[in-house]
Nanobody
Framework: VQLVESGGGSVQAGGSLRLSCTAS????????MAWYRQAPGKERELVGS???????KYLDSVKGRFTISRDYAQNMVHLQMNSLKAEDTAVYYCHADVEEVHHYEYEHWGQGTQVTVTS
């Protein structure tokens, strides 16, 4: 299973970016999908997650600014980021819990995409 992210880049504070992640490979089902981020010198943190039923959770500091969504047919997850702040600068990683052979669930990570917000 591979997760491939796209949509990162550099934007001025107050601007918007949309991240996308596509899962490919052989699997039975994708359960939860999520976006994490890691800023230099900091631990990786969960930004937002969306379950197989559509329930969402967000990091407190992004609530009201970021929206996570899924395209179940295309095995994709998106992160719409509005009103970006300098502190949102980080490498953003896609994560998925994937049911594979024998219905065992495995974690998968994307390679990461850089988001830089300039003030």
């Amino acid at each position: 299973v591979q997760l491939v992210e796209s949509g990162g880049g550099s934007v001025q504070a107050g601007g918007s970016l949309r991240l996308s992640c596509t899962a490919s490979g052989t699997f039975f089902r994708i359960n939860a999908m999520a976006w994490y981020r890691q800023a230099p010198g900091k631990e990786r943190e969960l930004v937002g997650s969306i379950g197989k039923g559509g329930a969402t959770k967000y990091l407190d500091s992004v609530k009201g600014r970021f929206t996570i969504s899924r395209d179940y047919a295309q095995n994709m997850v998106h992160l719409q980021m509005n009103s970006l702040k300098a502190e949102d600068t980080a490498v953003y990683y896609c994560h998925a819990d994937v049911e594979e052979v024998h219905h065992y669930e495995y974690e998968h990570w994307g390679q990461g995409t850089q988001v830089t917000v300039t003030s």
